[in-house]
């Protein structure tokens, strides 16, 4: 199979075999390489957000369009690396939360499309969360409606085959 993106520990800490491994639902996605990303802006709190060129020049678009329908969309988060996808699950493991519970809502490191670099999520400053109420905002009503037009697809509807949660904030732009 390979060398794999998940580190030392990482698949005994979520008590998986590699048998358990092997059945995991998720395709595989590769990391983006440095050169490929471009910063897409930050967060809040100051962490940058990085993203494929292409990703960036389409998002750039489509948050243009929202504004001028009175929609402000914001990005929560996008590239992540392996090695962030891995400290991602180890912090919710330091901090005690059962791992088939993680395992719902993070995918293993090599297994996000946030990897790739064409994941982002997306929220607006009424609903900042990434909680399933999202579908809720007119933000959630504009993107289900207009993302389509710049490239952007929702990942993960509800009762999607990865075994993911519904994430209504989860979306990822597909290169031409
Ligand atoms: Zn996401």
Known sequence: MGNTPIQDGLLQ???LTPEALARYPAPKQDEALP????????TKAGRVLQATSDTVQH??????????DGIQLEVRSAFRSYDYQHQLIARKLDRGEPPNQI?????????????????LDIVTPDHPELTEDFELS???????QSA???????SYPRDNPWGFIYEPWHWCFKPA
Request: hydrophobic fraction near 45%; glycine fraction near 10%; avoid cysteine.
């Open 13 to 15: 800490r979520l008590f």
């Open 138 to 144: 007119a933000g959630f009503a504009w993107l289900s």
């Open 103 to 119: 395992l719902q809502v993070v995918a293993l490191p090599g297994y996000s499309e946030h990897h790739t670099g064409y994941a």
């Open 35 to 42: 050169h490929q990303l471009i910063v897409l802006g930050e």
């Open 59 to 68: 998002w750039t678009d489509m948050r243009r369009a929202a504004q001028q």
């Open 148 to 154: 389509h037009e710049f490239g952007f697809s929702l």
